[in-house]
C-alpha cells in the first residue's frame, strides 16, 4: 500500500501529530513521554518564534493508518544571522519503515526548496535552541530532560535516505559517589577564580525578570559564533524562561559577574524525566501535575543545559571556572547523584577537554545531519 502524505494544518491534525508517538512508542516502557502540552505549544502558530520562522507539519499514512511525522522550518533570523541558507527538519517519529521516511523526508526537503533554501539540516525542532540531534551512541543510558530519546533504527532511516554528518552533540556524564575534585584540581580552579576577580552566585527568584535578562544577555553573546547557533527575541526568551520557571532550582541557576555584570552563566535543570515517565498518558490532568510536582522534589538526576562565558571574558578560563562551581554543588547536593552535561559540540575542544579533565566521562552522542534541499 502507498504512502499518503498530508498537510498538518488544523487543531485537530495538530493533536493528532502531537498523539503519534504514544502511538508508535505505547509499549516501550523506558520511553518518556512529552507532555503533549508542551508539544503543541511549541507548533502552535502563536508561539513566539513564527515572528521570523515558516514552518510546516505533515503525516504519513498508510492504508489510513499514522505511520510517521516530521516538520521543517525556515527560520530567517537564523539564516541572516548564521549567513546560511537552512531549512530545519525536526519533529521527525516514524516505524521502521524506510519508503515511509524517505517520502516525509523528501516532503520536508521539496517544501525547503520552495522556500529558497540551498540544504537541510536535522534533526531540529525547530532550531539548536529546541531539542535537536538523534541518539547514536548510549541508547542503554535513560534520557534526561529535554534530550531527544529516538530507537536505533532512526539512523538508518535518516542514513538511507542520504542525510550525512553535519556535527556531533556530546553528552557528559559524572557520578556523585565515584567523582571528586583532587586537591590540585582545587588548586587550579581556586587560582582561576582570583586571577578572574569575578563572583559567582545563585539566582534572585525575586528578581526574576531581570536575572532572564541578565542570563540571555551572556546566553546570546556566549554562544553567537557557535555552529548552528540560532539567536532568539524577547519574546521567545520570555517564553522559554516561563517555562523552566516552573522546574529550575535557584541554587543550581549560576550568574558570574564581573563588577557587578554578568560575565557567565550555568543553568543545571534537575531531571524531570523521573518523574515524567510514569505520565504516560503525557497529560498534566487529571493526575499528572500531582506526579510530576511530587516527582520533582525526589529527582536524583540534573542535567546541565547551559553554560556559557561572555565573548569578551572567553580567554579567561571561565567556563572550567563555572563549571567547576556547578561541580561542586551537585557533590553537596541532598539527592542529586547522576549528572550530565549536555550538549556540547564535538568541535568545541576546550570545554570538552575542561569536563574530562573534572571526571567527565563521555557516554552520549546525538548527531545532526545535512541533506540538499529538493526543487519544488
Not at 536575572?211 to 521567545?236: H, K, T
Not at 557567565?264 to 490532568?285: F, Q, Y
Not at 547551559?306 to 571561565?318: K, T
Amino acid at each position: 500500500m502507498a504512502v499518503d502524505i498530508k498537510p498538518v494544518r488544523s487543531r485537530i491534525a495538530r493533536h493528532r501529530f502531537v498523539d503519534f508517538p504514544f502511538r508508535l512508542f505505547k509499549h516501550d516502557p523506558a520511553w518518556v513521554p512529552p507532555l503533549r502540552m508542551s508539544v503543541l505549544d511549541r507548533i502552535s502558530p502563536k508561539y513566539p518564534a513564527n515572528a521570523h520562522q515558516d514552518t510546516a507539519l505533515w503525516m504519513a499514512y498508510r492504508n489510513g493508518k499514522p505511520v510517521g511525522r516530521i516538520g521543517a522550518c525556515v527560520d530567517h533570523k537564523f539564516n541572516e544571522f548564521q549567513d546560511q541558507s537552512w531549512a530545519w527538519v525536526g519533529f521527525f517519529e516514524a516505524f521502521d519503515d524506510q519508503e515511509a521516511a524517505d517520502a516525509l523526508f523528501d516532503t520536508a526537503c521539496r517544501w525547503a526548496g520552495a522556500k529558497g533554501v540551498e540544504e537541510c539540516v536535522g534533526p531540529g525542532s525547530f532550531t539548536t535552541n529546541d531539542e535537536c540531534g538523534l541518539l547514536v551512541d548510549g541508547f542503554e543510558h535513560p534520557p534526561m530532560i529535554l534530550t531527544p530519546q529516538n530507537p536505533p533504527y532512526y539512523e538508518h532511516l535518516w542514513v538511507d535516505a542520504g542525510w550525512e554528518q553535519a556535527m556531533d552533540l556530546w553528552g557528559w556524564r559524572h557520578h556523585k559517589d565515584t567523582d571528586d575534585l583532587s586537591d590540585r584540581q582545587k588548586r587550579i580552579l581556586a587560582r582561576l577564580k582570583a586571577r578572574a576577580d569575578v563572583q559567582i552566585r545563585s539566582m534572585r527568584m525575586d528578581d526574576f525578570e531581570a536575572e532572564v535578562d541578565r542570563f540571555f544577555e551572556v546566553y546570546n553573546s556566549a554562544w553567537a559564533r557557535n555552529w548552528g547557533f540560532a539567536p532568539m527575541s524577547e519574546a521567545e526568551i520570555r517564553h522559554q524562561a516561563k517555562n523552566l520557571k516552573q522546574i529550575l532550582d535557584p541554587e543550581l541557576t549560576l550568574i558570574a559577574e564581573k563588577d557587578g555584570k554578568p560575565v557567565g552563566v550555568a543553568l543545571i535543570l534537575p531531571d524531570a524525566n523521573e518523574a515524567m515517565i510514569k505520565v504516560r498518558s503525557g497529560r498534566m490532568l487529571p493526575t499528572g501535575f500531582v506526579t510530576l510536582l511530587r516527582g520533582l522534589k525526589k529527582t536524583t538526576g540534573a542535567r546541565v543545559w547551559a553554560l556559557g562565558v561572555r565573548s569578551d571574558f572567553q580567554s579567561r578560563a571561565l567556563g572550567p571556572l563555572i563549571y567547576g562551581e556547578g561541580a561542586e554543588r551537585l557533590r553537596n547536593h541532598p539527592r542529586i547523584q547522576r549528572v550530565e552535561a549536555s550538549w556540547i559540540l564535538a568541535s568545541n575542544t576546550p570545554m570538552n577537554s575542561a569536563i574530562e579533565a573534572i571526571g567527565g566521562e563521555k557516554y552520549k552522542t546525538w548527531r545532526m545531519y545535512r541533506r540538499k534541499a529538493l526543487p519544488a
